[in-house]
């Protein structure tokens, strides 16, 4: 038994010892270590390739999943938006909306929303504030920011932060009604001294499109001035009023009404433009981790058929070389 063994182990190394360098030989066949990298990176290749379609395909179900849950908080806020429209409608054919008054004090309330994930709708109230903040200031006029939302807040106090009178956050935290916002309104009537109130949000207009709108609500004193000067706020003259209260009080408890209207419609449209918006972007994300999906599927297999190839080439090499 030993002399076959050693007449096989003879065999093994005969062409070995016929070649030029038969010690360099012997020492590629017993070192394959260090010499059969080729094979390990090709195995790590695949084994990553693995890894990244693990995680697109993580992602692509996260996106769908939040598309459905912006598709039913959509649902639940659009009919709420729209019914709202009726309450401020009413003041702006009493009092009308004139953006373009002069006065000195001017307060851009800009609304925006908590959490990111939707869009540009951030960056288009943001925009919109910083040109009207832009043509309200001037040596004998003020113009402040109220922000309401984490995103608005974080542009804002960038290169703004001296400007901004008010930051109010968490709107969305609890149910949106008008309690709620008639609240955040007394509190921005409390704290901020205006002329003009000019908020700054989103209106919904479908799922995959919203309209930046300003809407201005003037001070009690503008509203009287203006009425004196004639126009359309003229128009209150012809009004009688009831009750014992002077027209001071009536336009005080106007105005007052008229901000909480305006703002709980602002809200709910910025809140449906917001949901709409992320329902948009997560639909594109889907679709995008789909697309990359198939690439990294094709990429998969090529390099795993390219591996296969190559060790069947080795193999029949190999044979050959034996049979040689």
């Known amino acids: ?30 070192a ?17 390739v693995r890894n990244r379609m693990k995680s697109v395909r993580n992602i692509q179900k996260i996106t769908k999943a939040m ?9 639940a806020i659009q009919v709420r938006a729209e019914n709202s429209r009726g309450l401020w409608q009413p003041f702006t054919a009493l009092l009308g909306d004139t953006p373009s008054v002069n006065v000195k004090k001017n307060v ?11 869009g540009g709708i951030n960056s288009t109230s ?7 903040h832009k043509i309200n200031s001037g040596p004998d006029t003020e113009c402040k920011y109220v922000i309401l939302g984490e995103k608005g807040k974080a542009q804002l106090i960038r290169d703004s ?8 956050t968490e709107l969305q935290k609890n149910f949106l009604n008008y309690t709620q916002v008639s609240v955040l309104a007394d509190v921005i009537l409390k704290n901020v001294e205006f002329d003009a109130l000019r908020i700054v949000f989103n209106k919904f207009q479908s799922v995959v499109s919203f309209l930046p709108t300003t809407a201005t609500v003037l001070s009690p004193e503008i509203v009287e001035r203006e009425s004196e000067a004639g126009g359309k706020i003229g128009d209150l003259d012809s009004y009688e009023i009831e009750g014992g209260e002077t027209k001071s009080e009536v336009l005080q408890n106007l105005a007052e009404f008229q901000f909480s209207c305006v703002m709980f419609n602002a ?11 992320r329902m948009s972007a997560m639909d594109s994300s889907s679709r995008n981790a789909g697309d990359m999906l198939d690439r990294l599927t094709l990429t998969y297999n090529r390099t795993r058929q390219a591996s296969i190839t190559t060790e069947l080439i080795e193999i029949i090499s190999g044979a050959s070389a034996l049979e040689g």
């Open 161 to 168: 932060k001296k400007d901004i009178e008010l930051i109010l």
């Open 126 to 132: 943001v925009k919109i504030s910083r040109a009207l």
């Open 108 to 118: 851009i309330v800009t609304i925006s929303s908590d959490k990111g994930l939707c």
């Open 32 to 48: 394959p270590a260090e010499e059969q990298v080729g094979l390990g990176v090709r195995s790590i290749s695949t084994q990553v």
């Open 1 to 30: 038994m030993a002399m076959a063994a050693l007449r096989r182990e003879g065999r093994r190394f005969a062409p070995l010892v016929s070649s030029p360098n038969p010690i360099n030989a012997i020492r590629s066949t017993l």
């Open 67 to 75: 598309k459905m849950v912006a598709a039913s908080k959509l649902r």
């Open 267 to 277: 809200v709910l449209e910025n809140a449906c433009s917001e949901q709409g918006a």
